[in-house]
T-cell receptor, first 112, second 117 residues
């Protein structure tokens, strides 16, 4: 079945460091890909998404490119802030489907 | 406007008891989802509603789990004869439901933390 694998955390960075959180997927069709974020004490919220190969999703300085050839959707940010400390979830959903498969989540700590 | 709300926020119960978890989706959202998040795990899909119908119940872990949705709005997840392995955070999400999961953004509630002693 479909699955999502993301790097284990926690990831600890200093402010202004470059962030990469790896995410790879397996899917039988052509899924849409998502990154969700869960800030401390808050519910999950959509960070960005990409619906087809080579699409780049971006939001709040975060970016991720849908790479079909490597089945990846790595999350990147050029300069993290303390306020980016959260748990990040990579997810996929089959086109026209409703079931969303989530990765295990990666906790990010950003130190001042 | 109001987001997705869930109640109770915390529930402690004894093994073997039944529990009901409630989800109030965003008004106008036709799609509603239930997930389970166990400690250190990702989100496990349980069930999806489009309106009052649940096209796929295969994610429910066992026949002790059931869910219903009435009036295209509030949903209740019921766990009968709870077991310790049912302890988790149960999350509800809703979406517009116009395009299916691939395009719709899901809006999540704060979750219900269930502890089975």
């Amino acid at each position: 079945g479909d699955s999502v694998t993301q790097m284990e955390g926690p990831v600890t960075l200093s402010e202004e460091a470059f962030l990469t959180i790896n995410c790879t997927y397996t899917a039988t069709g052509y899924p849409s890909l998502f990154w969700y974020v869960q800030y401390p004490g808050e519910g999950l919220q959509l960070l960005l998404k990409a619906t087809k190969a080579d699409d780049k999703g971006s939001n709040k300085g975060f970016e991720a490119t849908y790479r079909k050839e490597t089945t990846s959707f790595h999350l990147e940010k050029g300069s993290v802030q303390v306020s980016d400390s959260a748990v990040y979830f990579c997810a996929l959903s089959e086109t026209g489907g409703f079931k969303t498969i989530f990765g295990a989540g990666t906790r990010l700590f950003v130190k001042a | 406007g109001a987001g997705v709300s869930q109640s109770p926020s915390n529930k402690v119960t004894e093994k073997g008891k039944d529990v009901e978890l409630r989800c109030d989706p965003i008004s106008g959202h036709t799609a509603l989802y239930w997930y389970r998040q166990s400690l250190g795990q990702g989100l496990e899909f349980l069930i999806y509603f489009q309106g009052n119908s649940a096209p796929d119940k295969s994610g429910l872990p066992s026949d002790r789990f059931s869910a219903e949705r009435t009036g295209g709005s509030v949903s209740t997840l019921t766990i009968q004869r709870t077991q310790q392995e049912d302890s988790a955070v149960y999350l509800c999400a809703s979406s517009l439901g116009h395009h299916g999961g691939s395009l719709d953004e899901q809006f999540f509630g704060p979750g219900t933390r269930l502890t089975v002693l």
